[in-house]
C-alpha cells in the first residue's frame, strides 16, 4: 500500500476529506524531528492539525499553522 493510498483509506475511515498536500505535513514533521526532537514530529503535526481545524480546517488553514510551526523549529534550532 503507498503512503496515498493509506491516506485516502484514513481519510475515509475517519470520515474526513482534507484539501492538503501532504508534503507539507511531511516535511513539517521532518522539521520538527531535527530541528526540535524526534517525537516533537508527530506532537508538532497534530497540535497543527488540531489548530488549523479550529481555525476553520482550510488548505490555507493548515499551510498557515504549519508555516507558523516551521518557523518556531527554526528559531528552536538556532536558539540551542
Not at 508534503?23 to 526540535?36: C, G, K
Amino acid at each position: 500500500m503507498s503512503l496515498q493510498q493509506w491516506m485516502d483509506e484514513l481519510c475515509k475511515e475517519l470520515g474526513v476529506d482534507p484539501d492538503v498536500d501532504t508534503s507539507t505535513i511531511l516535511d513539517l514533521a521532518r522539521d520538527a524531528a531535527h530541528m526540535v526532537d524526534r517525537p516533537a514530529a508527530p506532537l508538532t503535526t497534530f497540535v497543527v492539525g488540531y489548530a488549523a481545524a479550529l481555525r476553520g480546517g482550510s488548505a490555507k488553514n493548515i499551510a498557515d499553522c504549519s508555516d507558523t510551526a516551521a518557523d518556531l523549529a527554526a528559531e528552536w534550532s538556532s536558539d540551542t
